[in-house]
């Protein structure tokens, strides 16, 4: 299990080969982590939840992102105690998290899309570059550094380094 996590946002991602096991193993993480917060007096927001179940699929000599047939639903507690179902969405629907809108078919869209130059120069700011922002206060980039990786990635957006 791999997770990412920024304050109260946080992605939980469960792999394997078999969609029904992957999804059954999330629903214990899901179960694990409502656990853990109702300790701490939170609990998932359930309006705010959402999940994928994405399938691999090998078409014409690459792995493509599709939405898997299996029907499953995920369960969560809300802060009342009640069970509901968490929203499930299509792998080529985006989401936002951190200001940063990521779907799991994001490149292949682009790709096939074909888009302008501003546009995917829009798309490189605005989702790419994003991605950076947060992990790079954690990096151990000299002073001399910085500058050298700041140039290579947006003139447009500010960065607080210290």
């Known amino acids: 299990m791999v997770g990412f996590s920024y304050v109260d ?26 656990d853990l917060m109702e300790v701490t007096g939170g609990a998932l927001a359930s309006d705010k939840t959402y999940w994928y179940l994405v399938e691999y699929v090998w078409k014409r000599g690459k792995w493509i992102a599709a939405d898997t047939p299996l029907e ?10 009640k069970c509901v179902s968490l929203n499930r969405l299509s792998c080529s629907t985006a989401s ?8 799991p078919k994001w490149e292949a869209k682009i790709r096939r899309g074909r888009p302008s130059q501003e546009e995917a120069w ?10 950076l922002k947060y ?11 910085w500058p050298l990786l700041l140039e290579h990635l947006s ?8």
């Open 9 to 34: 946002d946080c992605d939980l991602i469960q792999s394997g080969e078999d969609p029904l096991t992957v999804a059954r193993s999330m629903q214990r993480v899901i179960q694990q982590w409502g």
């Open 122 to 131: 829009q798309a490189l700011h605005s989702t790419i570059v994003a991605k």
């Open 135 to 145: 992990p790079l206060a954690a990096c151990t980039f000299t002073e001399r550094e």
């Open 96 to 103: 936002e998290m951190l200001r940063i809108w990521m779907a």
């Open 155 to 162: 003139p447009n957006l500010v960065y607080h380094v210290q």
């Open 72 to 81: 499953f639903d995920l369960i969560a507690k809300t802060e009342e105690n």
